[in-house]
């Protein structure tokens, strides 16, 4: 072979591994843009929700104490009520968490949170019926 085909067939060998390589970058882009899409699209704002709940729980319970703390029947109203708004937020919040969810694991960690909150509701219930009893 002469030297001129050669170094034509040197030159196309390199031009063939770098169009490889480029094919493959743009493929690994892509792939790593839709992994991005999933955590901004899908998992930050079930992160944010998450978050949001645990923060309206926090202040139930600060109202939950206030209440303990009021002793007479209107400061004990009064925490209800905030209550009560904060519950039906929170409501909405899990419905739309809920939507969200799509995996077997997120699902049954839902249902626990769920039963979890029925528990706290009962026992919240029970507990602001001895308080309006004055007991």
């Known amino acids: ?9 040197g030159f196309g060998v390199v031009i063939g591994l770098l169009v490889v390589i480029v094919l493959l970058s743009i493929s690994r882009m892509r792939q790593a843009e839709h992994r991005m899409d999933d955590m901004l699209e899908d ?3 079930k992160v944010a929700l998450a978050s949001e709940i645990k923060y ?8 939950v104490r206030g209440a303990l703390i009021a002793g007479d029947a209107d400061g ?25 969810i799509n995996v077997p694991k997120g699902r049954e ?12 509701l009962a026992s ?12």
């Open 109 to 120: 960690l839902f249902t626990a949170i769920t039963q979890a909150r029925s528990k706290d």
């Open 43 to 45: 998992r930050y704002k």
């Open 76 to 100: 004990v109203k009064r925490e209800a009520e905030a209550i009560s708004a904060i519950s039906v937020k929170n409501k909405d919040l899990l419905d739309t968490f809920d939507k969200s």
């Open 56 to 63: 309206d729980v926090s202040v139930i319970h600060q109202h």
């Open 124 to 135: 919240r219930a029970e507990l602001f019926a001895l308080l309006s009893d004055g007991k």
């Open 1 to 9: 072979m002469k030297i001129g085909t050669r170094l034509w067939l």
